[in-house]
């Protein structure tokens, strides 16, 4: 399988602390994306990286690249209680469609 | 929002039937895809389209055949449905391939539980 895993599984903190979640995927890539997934409703793009990006930013979000380790992180910075949601890598082992991994369920307590 | 459709959203269905989950889309997307999403596995690809009457397998595609005469609108049939077949299934859209580095845009789901 193409598929790629996330890492944890599930995440709990506190509003106002940082959020990593990891994930690693298989096949040679042109782009790695991010998106979010709020219970019972459907996926919502974050951000995405370039295979030849090593990091990018958009607003509180930080997301590293390695290509060498077929590996990304999404950092989430100053969590809020809003942020608490599922979230997905997808890569696109460069053919015509995203392949998701499992997920990271994200739990933030005010 | 996108301009996605799913119907219907949610469905209780018997082992054996036919079910057919229909994906509206209004954007003029040329990629529609179908994924499932389940406890522990994420979500997968079942199939998807590059055009009208353009489809291909995606990771489990075994039980379910698609359908695309128009643009705007995908079809998912499932011939004979299983009980490992409830799941949550999801429509997306996009404006083109994956390799291309484009956003991919979800419908909000459509539940199919089989007893």
């Known amino acids: 399988s193409q598929q790629g895993e996330e890492d944890p599984q599930a995440l709990s903190i506190q509003e106002g602390e940082n959020a990593t979640m990891n994930c690693s995927y298989k096949?040679?890539?042109?782009?790695l994306q991010w998106y979010r997934q709020n219970s019972g409703r459907g996926l919502v793009h974050l951000i995405l990286?370039?295979?030849?990006?090593r990091e990018k930013h958009s607003g509180r979000l930080r997301v590293t690249l390695d290509t060498s380790k077929k590996s990304s992180s999404l950092l989430i910075t100053a969590s809020r209680a809003a942020d608490t949601a599922s979230y997905f890598c997808?890569?696109?082992?460069?053919?015509?469609?995203?392949?998701f991994g499992t997920g990271t369920r994200l739990q933030v307590f005010p | 929002d996108a301009g996605i459709t799913q119907s219907p959203r949610h469905k209780v269905t018997e082992t054996g039937t036919p079910v057919t989950l229909r994906c509206h889309q209004t954007?003029?997307?040329?990629?529609m895809y179908w994924y499932r999403q389940d406890p522990g596995h994420g979500l997968r690809l079942i199939h998807y389209?590059?055009?009208?009457?353009?489809?291909d397998k995606g990771e489990v595609s075994d039980g379910y055949s698609v359908s695309r005469s128009k643009t705007e609108d995908f079809l998912l049939t499932l011939e004979s449905a299983t009980s490992s077949q409830t799941s949550v299934y999801f429509c997306?859209?996009?404006?083109?391939?994956?390799?291309?580095?484009?956003?991919?845009?979800f419908g909000e789901g459509s539940w199919l539980t089989v007893v």
């Open positions: 997808a890569t696109d082992g460069k053919t015509d469609k995203l392949i």
């Open positions: 990286i370039r295979s030849n990006e």
């Open positions: 389209s590059y055009g009208v009457k353009d489809t």
């Open positions: 096949t040679s890539i042109n782009n």
């Open positions: 997306a859209i996009s404006e083109s391939a994956g390799v291309s580095g484009n956003t991919i845009y």
């Open positions: 954007e003029n997307h040329r990629y």
